[in-house]
C-alpha cells in the first residue's frame, strides 16, 4: 500500500532552520506532484508548497515565500522542505502529500495519499 513518511521535524530557535524529508512507497512516485501541509492548534490545516512532478515547477502559501523550498528526488522517491529563517507562526505538524493530477491547487481535498506528519515547534 501507499506510504508517505515524514521526517525531520523537531524544536528549533526562531530564525533557525530545519530540513523535513517524506519518504514515498507504494506509487509511482514521479506521477505524483507533492506538496506540504501544516496544521496549527485549533486551525485549518493549510497549503505550504506544491513541487511538480519531476520538479520544474514549484509553488508556495505567501508567508513562506523567500524562506522555505521545496525539491524532489524522484530517484530516492523522496519529497523535501528546506525550512530557513522560522518564525513561531510556523510551528504546526507538517505533513506531505500525493496528487496524482496535473492541475496545481491548494486544496487538501485533491491529493490522494497523506503522512503521518512531523511536529516542528519553533520558540526560544
Known amino acids: 500500500q501507499v506510504q508517505l513518511v515524514e521526517s525531520g521535524g523537531g524544536l528549533v530557535q526562531p530564525g533557525g532552520s530545519l530540513r523535513l524529508s517524506c519518504a514515498a512507497s507504494?506509487?509511482?512516485?514521479?506521477?505524483?506532484?507533492m506538496g506540504w501541509f501544516r496544521q496549527a492548534p485549533g486551525k485549518e490545516r493549510e497549503f505550504v508548497a506544491r513541487?511538480?512532478?519531476?520538479?520544474?515547477?514549484?509553488y508556495y502559501t505567501d508567508s513562506v515565500k523567500g524562506r522555505f523550498t521545496i525539491s524532489r528526488d524522484n530517484a530516492k522517491n523522496t519529497v523535501y522542505l528546506q525550512m530557513n529563517s522560522l518564525k513561531p507562526e510556523d510551528t504546526a505538524v507538517y505533513y506531505c502529500?500525493?496528487?496524482?493530477?496535473?492541475?496545481?491547487?491548494?486544496?487538501?481535498?485533491?491529493?490522494?495519499?497523506w503522512g503521518q506528519g512531523t511536529q516542528v515547534t519553533v520558540s526560544s
Open positions: 502529500a500525493a496528487d496524482g493530477t496535473r492541475t496545481y491547487s491548494a486544496s487538501a481535498m485533491q491529493y490522494d495519499y
Open positions: 513541487i511538480s512532478r519531476i520538479g520544474l515547477m514549484t
Open positions: 507504494g506509487l509511482t512516485f514521479s506521477s505524483y506532484a
